[in-house]
Antibody, heavy 116, light 109 residues
Framework: EVQLVESGGGLVQPGGSLRLSCAASGFPLSSYWMTWVRQAPGKGLEWVANINEDGSEKYFVDSLKGRLTISRDNAKNSLYLQMNSLRAEDTAVYYC?????????WGQGILVTVSS | EIVLTQSPGTLSLSPGERATLSCRASQSVSSSFLAWYQQKPGQAPRLLIYGASNRAPGIADRFSGGGSGTDFTLTISRLEPEDFAIYYCQQYDSSHSLTFGGGTKVEIK
C-alpha cells in the first residue's frame, strides 16, 4: 500500500524555521518526482515545490523562492522541506504528494502554524 | 503563469442529479497535464482524473473528465451522498510548476 506520512509541523514564531519530513512507503521513492502542496485554513490548494527523482532538479513557487529548500534521501525513503523566515501567511496544512504532472498519492498533511 | 478559473464556486444539487464542473485556463493547457481532485473536510485531496479524461484507479465510472485547450469539465453523472465535496482542477506546465483552480464546492440542495 502506498503511504506518505508527514511530520515536523507545529507552532513556530514569525521569522522562525521548520523542517518538514515525509516518509514514503509502498513504492520506490527513487522512481518518482515528489511535490509539496499547502492549504491555508479554509482556502484552496497551492503548489509549493517539487523535486526530481535524484534531487538534481528543484522548482519552487515564485512567492516562496529564497525561503525554501526541498531535498530527498532516497535511501531513507524520505522527502524534506526546509522553511525559513516563516510568516503568518505560511500557516497552512502542508502535504507531500507523489509525482509532478498529476499527484497520484498524498499524505494526510501536517499543520504548520506561524504565530507569536 | 497559467491561471485556472473554476465555475461555479458552489453547486447545489440533490443526490441522483448530474453535476457539471468547469475549469477554464488563461492559456492553452496540454490535456496530458490536466487533473481533477476531490477533497472532503479534514482529508487530503484524492486524484480523480488525470490526462483530462482518464479515471484514476478505483474511481467510480460516474466520474468523467473532458475538454481540451482552455476549457475542461468534470462530470458526475449521478451524485451519490459521498460525492458532496470540493473539487479542484490542476495543471502542470513546461516550467515544472503546478497550479490549482480555486475549487468548486458541490453541496446538498
Amino acid at each position: 500500500e502506498v503511504q506518505l506520512v508527514e511530520s515536523g509541523g507545529g507552532l513556530v514564531q514569525p521569522g522562525g524555521s521548520l523542517r518538514l519530513s515525509c516518509a514514503a512507503s509502498g513504492f520506490p521513492l527513487s522512481s518518482y518526482w515528489m511535490t509539496w502542496v499547502r492549504q491555508a485554513p479554509g482556502k484552496g490548494l497551492e503548489w509549493v515545490a517539487n523535486i526530481n527523482e535524484d534531487g538534481s532538479e528543484k522548482y519552487f513557487v515564485d512567492s516562496l523562492k529564497g525561503r525554501l529548500t526541498i531535498s530527498r534521501d532516497n535511501a531513507k525513503n524520505s522527502l524534506y522541506l526546509q522553511m525559513n523566515s516563516l510568516r503568518a501567511e505560511d500557516t497552512a496544512v502542508y502535504y507531500c504528494a507523489r509525482a509532478r504532472n498529476f499527484l497520484s498519492a498524498w499524505g494526510q498533511g501536517i499543520l504548520v502554524t506561524v504565530s507569536s | 503563469e497559467i491561471v485556472l478559473t473554476q465555475s461555479p464556486g458552489t453547486l447545489s444539487l440533490s443526490p441522483g442529479e448530474r453535476a457539471t464542473l468547469s475549469c477554464r485556463a488563461s492559456q492553452s493547457v496540454s490535456s496530458s497535464f490536466l487533473a481533477w481532485y476531490q477533497q472532503k473536510p479534514g482529508q487530503a485531496p484524492r486524484l480523480l482524473i488525470y490526462g483530462a479524461s482518464n479515471r484514476a484507479p478505483g474511481i467510480a465510472d460516474r466520474f468523467s473528465g473532458g475538454g481540451s485547450g482552455t476549457d475542461f469539465t468534470l462530470t458526475i453523472s449521478r451524485l451519490e451522498p459521498e460525492d458532496f465535496a470540493i473539487y479542484y482542477c490542476q495543471q502542470y506546465d513546461s516550467s515544472h510548476s503546478l497550479t490549482f483552480g480555486g475549487g468548486t464546492k458541490v453541496e446538498i440542495k
